[in-house]
């Protein structure tokens, strides 16, 4: 190390530049018309444009797999709402008689707070003949109790002066199933499906009544005319004295008085039938739940977008690196090349 | 409107250029006076120098560099075409001998014997220590002018210092 004051000289060695220099140099300064300085460099451009990029491409794919009309209730089947809430009946004006029927179901939906709700279906109509049928779907947490609300059901037919029509119980498995024709006197329907209700959750509600009042009366009327008509052939068969005539006359009675027995039957049948209601009562346990599927969230789009981003980089990785190692092993070797020829260039006094 | 900011900006980048040109004129001819050894030359380069600088200015990045530093590196760069064509040119002209220089003095101040010493250094000894010793720069912007590490920056300088020292020694 040279000693401070040959540092110092070196210092203090300045050397001012010649005024023809100066000169030249203000007068560069001064013609000059340098072009605007660009304020928006390319790096600063990449740093807006790289992630606004990103975001496009990422909100491009996320559009694309969200399907259309996917909402809230995606995923759901068609009307399985309808299927599956409870569907307590609007209440029906019981006391508007005669009962404008119908034979449609009266099932309406409901809110699914009402599942627990006792069932409301409507009930047949005093005094009216009427074909009454209901469906009432119950669920029930295990099959035992699929298999004991069976029982109660039965019990509470037995009980209203019903009877079960059909039975099947499933309930040995992992789920429990049954369903229950129960046959119940018209009088007391109200009060079954009050009662049956109240063995599970209800599920589905279904009523369907015909009135057949207006049949038993216009046969009724027809039987009267008939015997009517075969109270006039009985007269007119005891003022004939023809035999032909009177075998005529007596076999119009016979097929007469044979249609009235036949109508009467008839008539007393739908009587008969409609002093009962039929009940077809449900029990079943939850369905096992289906397994759900994956739902894709807002992001998976982003991450999918990202994955093949990463593909992409990986392939243009592989294809590329050769290149790239190429290019760095030349530009090394010409940057040493050229520090060499600098350094041989700058060796000389 | 927009044509008055652009005509500021454009005002604002001349003013700036020939402040930077006014104000490191003398480093800028100083470096190439010790880095070519003849003052003629670095007149001359300082010069050609100042005309690149005003067609590169929109490139200037302050961020990067101060513009003494960004000067410094133009004038390197014309510094070695012009030694690069000087050696062309004594090849094709088979001149064997180093043309005469040094007629003048490097610089006021210094003793006849550091001058003798500073000329028995090479061409990139001198620059070594025109930009740490003469421009007192730092060993970042010194080693981004001469385009090495600042290790290396500082390795050259301790050279160049032995070397001096030797010369001087050798003298007295």
Redesign the interface.
Known sequence: MPPPDVLDQLREARVAAPQELRERVRLIAARATAPPRRRIGLRRAALVLVPVLAACVAAAVVLSHRTPGTGSTRGLPAGSTVESSPTPAAPADRSAAPQPFTGAAAAAPAAAAASKAAPLLPGPTPGRVQRYEATLGLRLRTPAAVSAAARRALRIAGGLGGYARSIQVDAGGASGYADLVLRIPRANVDDAVQRLGALGTVTSENVQAQDLQAQVNATGRLIARLEKRVGALRSQLAGEQARDERDRTERAIAAFTARIERLQRGRAGTIRTARYATIDLTLSTPQPQPAKPHHHGPLHGLVAAFRWIGIGLVYALAIAAPFVVVGVLVWLVVRTVRRRREDELLSRP | MCDVR?GE??IH??TS??QA??RH??DV??YL??FT?D?GVA?DL??ET??RA?RL??RF?PGRGSPRTWLCQLARTVA?DH??SE?RRVRREELAA?PERFEER??????PE?ERAL??????ER?V?ALR??L?LDAASAARVLGISATNCTTRL?RA??K??EA?DAAA
């Open positions: 652009r900006r454009r980048g001349v250029f020939a040109a006014e004129l003398d001819y100083a006076a010790w050894g003052r007149e300082a010069g100042f005309e005003l200015w929109h990045d070695l030694f690069r050696r180093i490097l610089a006021e101040g210094l003793s550091l000329r028995r250094l090479s061409a990139g620059e220590l010793v003469l007192e301790n210092l032995r001096l020292e001087l």
